[in-house]
T-cell receptor, first 115, second 113 residues
Framework: EAGVAQSPRYKIIEKRQSVAFWCNPISGHATLYWYQQILGQGPKLLIQFQNNGVVDDSQLPKDRFSAERLKGVDSTLKIQPAKLEDSAVYLC?????????????FGPGTRLLVL | DQQVKQNSPSLSVQEGRISILNCDYTNSMFDYFLWYKKYPAEGPTFLISISSIKDKNEDGRFTVFLNKSAKHLSLHIVPSQPGDSAVYFCAASGETSGSRLTFGEGTQLTVNP
């Protein structure tokens, strides 16, 4: 079974530029999550999708971050414009989505450096 | 407000000995707890979980203990192996948060040969 795929793996941009990350979840997984992991901290949920609807985006900085999951499969996360403090690893995870207490499977992440 | 805390940033043990990783939480609504392991340049991988209706769950060399009254859980690895060297994250979820996971800061475990 293929895991969660993410691209790019690394990205370096200058502040005020825009950047986009892509995620392809495990086939058949209805729920998709985007997490931000700052160095030395645990992952923090940014947004959760159930199919193509948003379930939880309470911790997403909506003035600069946006995400979509068209057709309920792949997802993109965008930052526009980027700030220095956005430097982090952005992790995508997916789960079956048929109950609350279920395992989330993570992709390898995209490491973003904002200069 | 750090609802899940791992107070030890690092832990070093000898191969063959027991590794004990600790985690504390403050939110009494949490009822499901997980441990994830993370190698460098990879995403976290699920290790073991426990529901609040239990106080112990075992899977091979890995055992998780939950003390609800103390709001504390621990992960025991016996015997520890060099391949267990990784960052271990404790995570929790609850009724009011649905499937949203709240993670601790992580503990870097190093198992020395």
């Amino acid at each position: 079974e293929a895991g969660v795929a993410q691209s790019p793996r690394y990205k370096i941009i200058e502040k005020r530029q825009s950047v986009a990350f892509w995620c392809n979840p495990i086939s058949g997984h209805a729920t998709l999550y985007w997490y931000q992991q700052i160095l030395g901290q645990g992952p923090k949920l940014l947004i959760q999708f159930q199919n193509n609807g948003v379930v939880d985006d309470s911790q997403l900085p909506k003035d600069r971050f946006s995400a979509e999951r068209l057709k309920g499969v792949d997802s993109t996360l965008k930052i526009q414009p980027a700030k220095l403090e956005d430097s982090a690893v952005y992790l995508c995870a997916s789960s079956l989505g048929d109950r609350d207490q279920e395992t989330q499977y993570f992709g390898p992440g995209t490491r973003l450096l904002v200069l | 407000d750090q609802q899940v805390k791992q107070n030890s940033p690092s832990l070093s043990v000898q191969e063959g000995r027991i590794s004990i990783l600790n985690c504390d939480y403050t939110n009494s609504m949490f009822d499901y707890f997980l441990w994830y392991k993370k190698y460098p340049a990879e995403g976290p991988t699920f290790l073991i979980s426990i529901s609040s209706i239990k106080d112990k769950n075992e899977d091979g060399r890995f055992t998780v203990f939950l003390n609800k009254s103390a709001k504390h859980l621990s992960l025991h690895i016996v015997p520890s192996q060099p391949g267990d060297s990784a960052v271990y994250f404790c995570a929790a979820s609850g009724e009011t948060s649905g499937s949203r996971l709240t993670f601790g800061e992580g503990t870097q475990l190093t198992v020395n040969p």
